[in-house]
């Protein structure tokens, strides 16, 4: 078999990438934030996501580190700015750059990470910059779309499953897709294939989210990472908040329309009120279903792309792994 690389392998390599990543520019203050935010850990399932779809056609993804630096750096931009929106006072169990330093800091900060992202992900080939940067720039307006109707949904009381998945498919999985694919392009992939690789996302994506509300309400508090029961308590239009209120039967809904309505609860008083209903309700075997879907779609989606198995072999595992993360 020709020299491939495991997701771990993978990910030693972007972490590595990120930490030589030079800030010499001035002033200083202006790129210290960005530095720390890309310091302080992570998946990188975008940067992995990238360098395995270039691994599936080339041997040595460390030829396109930089882009896939890119589009981390884009990621934790828009995690930033998330922060900042959300008034959000940690992230991976450090201070937000927002507390940590100001909330001007973190928009010009911000500001400046998207640049640093455009300029990262533009390192590649000449004949590849055009279709690179018009997938990534699409990719940048999705995201700022999913962003806004995720506001939006917080002031709705009737927002659809369907809707529901348009918001995470923007906010969440096209960035995703947009990592396999670039990978794909990078790699002189035949066209079907990148299109496939970015359906692929696309549904990895969706799994990935569904299951982020899942261990919201379901994970352990140890593992997590953060206390669950945080969707719950802030009236987060989730799959399963939205599958709650319409599979609820009147006495159900009736106590849910209560702990929604309650501006003065006992937050540990109202999640396991909101989990037990969830619970009557059947709606974590639901989510499951749902992600299960999707993750079934995003495996057939890459039995169809037209290379020999042992070359998928790691990018199904890593998807595997993904599945069955419990944080």
């Not at 390599?13 to 990120?18: D, G, Q």
């Not at 201070?95 to 400046?112: F, P």
Request: charged fraction near 25%; glycine fraction near 4%; charge should be negative.
């Amino acid at each position: 078999m020709q020299d491939m690389n495991t997701s771990k392998q993978i990910l030693q390599m972007v972490n590595e990438a990120l930490a030589d990543l030079p800030y010499n520019r001035k002033p200083k203050s202006l790129y210290e934030p960005v530095e720390y935010v890309l310091s302080l850990g992570g998946k990188r399932i975008r940067p992995v996501l990238m360098l395995m779809g270039y691994n599936l056609w080339r041997e040595q993804p460390a030829d396109i580190l930089m882009p896939a630096m890119g589009i981390e750096t884009y990621h934790n931009y828009t995690l930033l700015h998330d922060d900042l929106m959300d008034h959000a006072d940690m992230r991976r169990g450090h201070e937000t750059v927002h507390r940590r330093w100001d909330a001007n800091k973190a928009i010009l900060s911000g500001d400046s990470m998207l640049v640093l992202a455009y300029q990262r992900m533009q390192q590649v080939a000449a004949d590849k910059l055009p279709a690179v940067l018009e997938l990534f720039t699409e990719t940048a307006l999705e995201i700022g779309e999913g962003q806004e109707y995720d506001m939006a949904f917080e002031s709705r009381s009737d927002v659809t499953e369907d809707e529901y998945i348009e918001m995470i498919r923007l906010k969440t999985s096209v960035l995703l897709a947009c990592a396999l694919k670039i990978g794909a392009l990078l790699a002189d992939a035949p066209q079907a294939d990148a299109d496939r690789l970015y359906r692929l996302g696309e549904q990895v994506g969706l799994a990935f989210q569904l299951q982020d509300d899942l261990l919201d309400v379901y994970g352990d508090p140890a593992v997590f990472g953060k206390a669950i029961g945080g969707d719950i308590t802030s009236n987060k239009k989730t799959y399963m908040l939205i599958n709650a209120v319409n599979r609820a039967n009147a006495a159900q809904r009736s106590e849910l329309m209560t702990w929604i309505e309650a501006t003065n609860f006992d937050r540990q008083e109202k999640v396991a009120a909101v989990t037990r209903l969830y619970d009557e309700i059947g709606i974590r075997q639901l989510c499951e279903q749902k992600i299960n879907y999707y993750f079934d779609l995003a495996s057939k989606t890459l039995d169809e792309v037209d290379v020999a198995d042992e070359r998928k072999q790691y990018l199904r595992s890593y998807m595997l792994e993904l599945l069955h993360r419990n944080k």
